[in-house]
């Protein structure tokens, strides 16, 4: 596997986290409702097409924001709720996320 697609795996496993954490404590479901699961298909299908994986740290720092608009509504109302809440179930994740997002900021301010 090339690091772009690994980069890309592991953009989808954190997608996939964050929206079935949100799922668990905002649908009290074990597993990703239909709704939930149908937004990580729909999230892992924009991954996989993603032109700029390489150049790019996470959808959510990406100037082009590829979602359709009612998806991405849906994908960051997950991301508020899920994201300070990923550090208590999934700190390492969390803690890169944090510092990549970081970096990746810098980069694009110059």
């Known amino acids: 596997m090339n690091r772009t697609e690994a980069k890309r795996q ?4 954190i997608v996939a986290e964050m929206i079935a954490l949100y799922c668990r404590n905002q649908h009290k479901s074990s597993s990703p409702c239909p709704e939930c699961a ?29 979602y359709r ?6 994908i960051r109302r997950v991301m508020r709720y899920s994201g300070p809440r990923m550090i208590r179930t999934h700190p ?19």
């Open 10 to 13: 592991r953009e989808k496993r």
């Open 69 to 74: 608009s009612d998806m991405r509504e849906q």
């Open 92 to 110: 390492i994740l969390a803690m890169r996320h944090l510092i990549e997002s970081k970096l990746e900021k810098r980069r694009l301010q110059g």
């Open 38 to 66: 149908a937004l990580i298909e729909y999230a892992h299908q924009r991954s996989d097409k993603c032109l700029f994986m390489e150049s790019k740290t996470f959808c959510s720092n990406c100037r082009v924001h590829c």
